[in-house]
């Protein structure tokens, strides 16, 4: 699949490499700030929007270079006014990408990989195989595109970025970090990283890697289980990556940068919805500061899994409400557009 594309792309070439062609082509070294600049700042698409740059400086540009843009192939509105965009890569591939609206927050969800290879047995994208990572212009510029929908379907800028769209974010470490660094830039979006959280199924080692490389974000864990046994019937990547495995990573985590960890839990009816499943999910929360999020469960065609009922959902709640917990329920938001939790999987 795919178009062959052989110039390089501008925005993955290094500062001393575009350097170096400017000076080969007989132009200015400040002529990289500028082309930096439109880049990320001004989210320019292609060469030929660069209206400061000379005419024959922007044909030696487009002689060597391309920018690989991302376009909105088509996108659905939900009858909550969540938007869910089919992104269309430069080669042939799709990701989706979805911005949900509530009161004082607008929150886009990106994605970081075409497909994953984690096989989650509740996920839509888990049936997918994964193709590739997405490079981070990929990922800044599905959050550039969430923010223009969300000037123009409402009036307002983007104020919060989650990485939980398709692919395991810690799996294109690298692309993902870059993608932040350009979002919380000045000379990019200039946003705080304090609205930024990534989702990983939990990876110890990749966490670990994160504290060490002192990032600023907030962490979310898609948990779903405290039970090694539940959960490795539903994660299979919790065969290797255990639940000890993981609180010891979160804590390494949280004590070296302290920022914010959540932990994500789908209720699934008779599965994970005990009072039991509960306690155990108290007890793993118990030595980490998390808070901690239940998500409704949007059932998929691959997968039997369905929703826990609400009186079971309300005593799983009252439980841990009681033991001290910062318990938050999430109503699922755009599941007549297949763009809830755990449903994206480019069906259209
Ligand atoms: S839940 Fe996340 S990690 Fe698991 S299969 Fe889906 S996209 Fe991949």
């Known amino acids: 699949m795919g178009v062959q594309v052989d110039k390089a792309d501008l925005r993955k070439t290094s500062d001393a490499d575009l350097l170096q062609f400017l000076s080969d082509m007989g132009e200015k070294p400040f002529r990289a700030k500028q082309i930096k600049e439109w880049l990320w700042k001004k989210s320019a698409q292609s060469i030929d929007e660069m209206s400061n740059l000379s005419i024959s400086t ?18 659905q509105k939900s009858n909550d006014g969540t ?36 096989t989650c047995k509740f996920c839509a994208t888990g049936y997918m195989d994964r193709a590739r990572n997405l490079d981070a212009g990929e990922i800044y510029d599905q959050v550039v595109t969430v923010h223009n929908q969300c000037m123009e379907h409402f009036g307002t800028p983007l104020t919060n970025i989650v990485y939980m769209g398709m692919g395991e974010p810690l799996l294109n470490y690298k692309n993902v970090l870059e993608s932040v660094e350009k979002i919380t830039s000045p000379d990019g979006l200039n946003m705080s990283p304090k609205r930024i959280t990534v989702s990983t199924a939990g990876i110890a080692k990749m966490i670990k890697k994160l504290a060490d490389d002192e990032v600023k974000f907030n962490l979310a864990l898609s948990l779903h289980a405290a ?27 949280y004590q070296k940068t302290g920022n914010k960890i959540t932990f994500e839990y789908i209720l699934f009816y008779d599965f994970n919805d005990s009072l039991e499943d509960a306690r155990e999910l108290y007890e793993f929360w118990k030595r980490i500061p998390a808070r901690i999020n239940i998500i409704e469960y949007n059932p998929i065609s691959e997968a039997h899994y369905k929703n ?6 309300d005593k799983f709640t009252d439980f841990l409400t009681k033991k001290g917990v910062n318990v938050q329920v999430r109503r699922s938001r755009g599941k007549d557009i297949d763009a809830a939790c755990g449903q994206l999987a480019n069906k259209n």
């Open 58 to 75: 922007r044909n030696k540009l487009n002689a060597a270079f391309t920018i690989n843009p991302i376009k909105v192939d088509h996108f």
């Open 308 to 313: 826990a009922d609400e009186k079971t959902l």
């Open 227 to 253: 039970n090694d046994i539940k959960r490795n019937t539903i994660m299979p990547i919790n065969e290797t990556n255990t639940l000890p495995a993981l609180q010891e990573a979160l804590l390494y985590f």
């Open 83 to 118: 938007l869910k965009s089919a992104i269309k890569l430069y080669d042939g591939y799709m990701v989706e990408s979805v911005l949900i609206p509530a009161q004082g927050r607008m929150t886009a969800c990106v994605s970081s990989q075409v497909g994953c290879s984690l």
